[in-house]
């Protein structure tokens, strides 16, 4: 199993960025998928989840700003990043839920 995040790198506050997840090795289409991350210092922390069918979840603190999706087609899951914050500065990583597999890893940092 392999995955592959892109779409990380520096962005003032308020802007946007999109990461991007392609996995390989798997049925993705039958697993759920989750984005997280981990800034320096803390744990990791699940920012966003989707299932199989398209269900989505997300932390109280990316709610309404944050946006996950997948393409099934593509074996791609995706996290939409809008109005950032400095404190969503972290290595973002995904996972395909309920294993051990992880990517390995997208810097995002947000200046102020």
């Known amino acids: 199993v392999q995955l592959v995040e892109s779409g990380g790198g520096l962005v003032q506050a308020g802007g946007s960025l999109r990461l991007s997840c392609a996995a390989s090795?798997?049925?993705?289409?039958?697993?759920?998928m989750g984005w997280y991350r981990q800034a320096p210092g803390k744990q990791r922390e699940l920012v966003a989840a989707?299932?199989?069918?398209?269900?989505?979840n997300y932390r109280d603190s990316v709610k309404g700003r944050f946006t996950i999706s997948r393409d099934n087609g593509k074996n791609t899951v995706y996290l939409q990043m809008n109005s950032l914050k400095p404190e969503d500065t972290a290595v973002y990583y995904c996972n395909v839920q309920s294993t051990d597999f992880w990517g390995q890893g997208t810097q995002v940092t947000v200046s102020s």
């Open positions: 989707i299932t199989s069918g398209g269900t989505t």
């Open positions: 090795g798997i049925i993705f289409s039958i697993f759920a």
